[in-house]
């Protein structure tokens, strides 16, 4: 059942413009990061005043339920009218519904936003009836020393791997898959006390089109939106097959058009697209999406990217429409629940997070939530794990598949020198 810090306590939010040019990570916990951050803008949660759990095949539809109670019930005065004011909640789902890691929906004691020249605090309590809110910002605190350690293989060696998507090959070339998604894990260590939004600001510079996420333990970049809503109008970005870039312009070119025509990645990308638009449906008015995808171009990977418009239904939330596309088959595979299966029978490893959501929602519904890629899980004695998959289908190579997975680890293991 979903559980909260406050078990029948109402909540109430006051949000307020205020004067700061502070960077938004030094109000952010060094221990316990709340963030989703993009090119500077965004959200941090300070402390915690509630927290929603919940575990198993219904965990997204239990946990948008009980926020909406929660929502319902709290008094909210926002006076900033921006993305990310008024009451909010950080949020991180498992990606399996066997996994045995809790997804979560925690609301900060303190928030502190920013969207272009506009800053503002929020302050989440208990609702006391009529009590004024003390609304100066927190203390800001200068970033401490970014740690430094490699990742090594943990689950999986690599010949294991390249093992692995040789058997799923087979496997789907003997029609049992159309496409599945095969992960694998690195694993590191650093000092139990590291400041951990050093990491994050690592992240933040190096791939700044990305969000940049910390919830519960779960830290990230993640270039895949899963969707964005705002005013009952959503939009998403699927991303499946990619390119390493190349070394100078010509390289780098020649890389991009490479991914444009290959009809192994645009068949995975039309999968993933199709899964998306079949899920979206039932929770829209009206659902558009461009014919042709576009190539994406990132600090290490060019992605074939189609970008998806939404207008709601009347009483569709962002967190109905995640579990609606959650898993996506950019993140498990194709038919979905043969891709499931046999992640569940192959993978050695539960993912935990990894490719599940993560985000932030507000009062009204509203948020923007990623899919869990390029992260790590940092646990409270220091050890980091970190994950990367890649989409296999009929005509996969093994080593191929094995080198997009170390691309894909790249943001983190960077992050870490």
Request: charged residues 25%; hydrophobic residues 45%; aromatic residues 4%.
């Amino acid at each position: 059942m979903p559980s909260s810090a406050s078990p029948g306590a109402a909540l109430r939010a006051v949000s307020e413009p205020v004067d700061d040019a502070t960077a938004l990570l030094e109000y952010a916990s060094a221990a316990h990061p709340l963030v989703a951050l993009r090119r500077g803008d965004g959200i941090v949660g300070i402390g915690e005043i509630a927290r929603i759990t919940v575990t198993g095949p219904d965990r997204l539809a239990r946990a948008a339920a009980a926020w909406r109670e929660l929502a319902a019930a709290a008094r909210v005065d926002d006076a900033v009218h921006q993305p990310g004011s008024g009451l909010v909640a950080f949020g991180a789902f498992a990606f399996a519904d066997t996994s045995a890691v809790e997804s979560v929906l925690i609301v900060p004691e303190i928030v502190v936003g920013r969207r272009g020249p506009v800053t503002w605090v929020t302050r989440i309590t208990s609702d006391d009836g009529g009590r004024d809110l003390e609304l100066a910002p927190p203390v800001a605190t200068r970033l401490g020393a970014r740690p430094r350690a490699t990742l090594a293989a943990a689950s999986l060696t690599r010949q294991e791997y390249v093992a692995l998507v040789r058997d799923v090959v087979t496997r789907i070339r003997s029609g049992e898959v159309e496409k599945v998604v095969m992960a694998r894990d690195a694993r590191a260590s650093i000092p139990a006390d590291a400041d951990r939004r050093a990491l994050l600001q690592e992240l933040a510079e190096a791939y700044p089109d990305t969000l940049t996420f910390a919830v519960d333990g779960l830290v990230g970049a993640s270039p895949e939106t899963l969707v964005s809503v705002h005013a009952r109008e959503a939009s998403a970005r699927v991303l499946a097959g990619s390119r390493a870039r190349g070394a100078g312009a010509t390289d780098d070119a020649a890389a991009a058009t490479a991914l444009a025509t290959s009809t192994k990645d645009l068949d995975e990308h039309a999968f993933a697209v199709q899964s998306v638009l079949r899920a979206l449906r039932p929770h829209a008015r009206a659902v558009t999406a461009s014919e042709s995808p576009f190539t994406l171009k990132l600090a290490n990977l060019w992605h074939l990217a189609t970008d998806v418009e939404v207008e709601l239904s009347e009483d569709a939330s962002g967190l109905d429409l995640v579990a609606a596309l959650h898993p996506t088959a950019a993140v498990a595979g194709s038919p979905t629940a043969d891709a499931l299966r046999l992640i569940a029978e192959l993978e050695p490893f539960d993912r935990g997070r990894y490719a599940g959501p993560v985000g932030w929602i507000d009062q009204d519904g509203d948020g923007e939530w990623v899919i869990a890629l390029r992260c790590a899980r940092i646990d409270d004695d220091g050890t980091l794990t970190a994950y990367a998959g890649a989409g296999i289908v009929a005509d996969s190579d093994p080593e191929s598949e094995l080198a997009e997975t170390r691309m894909k680890f790249r943001p983190i293991a960077d992050a870490l020198r």
